[in-house]
């Protein structure tokens, strides 16, 4: 199984700040990979896919970046609603593994 | 708007079967691939499979062969079967639709994603 390695896991930031979470691949992923933001009790919400690609009704502050093994993700001014944890996902080979996650939380 | 919801019984006993459905709301399940999730508490998210519209699926080599999906397109959902639970498949189940985005140029590259995800049901395995 190819791994994926978030970082930070955690992190505090404030509203207004940039965050920028990276996502490492253990062999070349090409562009396959996506970005979910979780909330507890809510469904997974997908943000970015093939690296790059933000989906429809996602805020424009969220970009995605990468190529290869090495991804990251940005929230430029982060919002409320914005603290909770975010996962990157490989899509290049089944089975499609997760980062361990990152968490980000309010400074 | 698709909708979906995950069901099934929240307290399985060790060695049984796990049995969840996830009903989905609008589109036919008829035209997309659908995927399954687990999330143990406190932990990452495991991908457990998927199964495209044909009935074809694809299962963690972890999970193999315990696992089984079906489709049920007359009532528009499809199910996950694990068999010989133990503790260890104590988590919250999510199932997900798979969508499908094709590159421009050539050659075309296809990229797979989750673009719709019910809430979750929480599993918990134990006697």
């Known amino acids: 199984d190819i791994q994926m390695t978030q970082s930070p896991s955690s992190l505090s930031a404030s509203v207004g700040d940039r965050v920028t979470i990276t996502c490492r691949a253990s062999q070349s992923i090409r562009k396959y990979l996506n970005w979910y933001q979780m909330k507890p009790g809510k469904a997974p919400e997908l943000l970015i896919y093939a690296s790059s690609i933000l989906q429809s009704g996602v805020p424009s502050r969220f970009t995605g970046s990468g190529f290869g093994t090495d991804f990251t993700l940005t929230i430029n001014s982060l919002q409320p609603e914005d603290f909770a944890t975010y996962y990157c996902q490989q899509s290049n080979t089944s089975p499609g593994t997760f980062g361990q996650g990152t968490k980000v939380e309010i400074q | 708007q698709v909708q979906l919801q995950e069901s099934g019984p929240g307290l399985v006993k060790p060695s049984e079967t796990l049995s969840l459905t996830c009903n989905v709301s609008?589109?036919?399940?008829?035209?997309?691939?659908w995927g399954w999730i687990r999330q143990p508490a406190e932990k990452g998210l495991e991908w457990i499979g998927r199964i495209s519209s044909n009935g074809n699926s694809n299962y963690s080599p972890s999970l193999k062969s315990r696992v089984s999906m079906s489709l049920d397109t007359s009532n528009n959902q499809f199910s996950l079967k694990l068999t010989s639970v133990t503790a260890a498949d104590t988590a919250t189940y999510f199932c997900?639709?798979?969508?499908?985005?094709?590159?421009?140029?050539?050659?075309?590259?296809?990229?797979?994603?989750?673009?719709?995800w019910g809430k979750g049901t929480t599993v918990t395995v134990s006697s």
């Open positions: 997900a639709r798979i969508n499908v985005h094709y590159s421009n140029g050539w050659p075309r590259e296809t990229y797979f994603y989750m673009d719709v």
């Open positions: 609008g589109p036919s399940i008829s035209f997309y691939s």
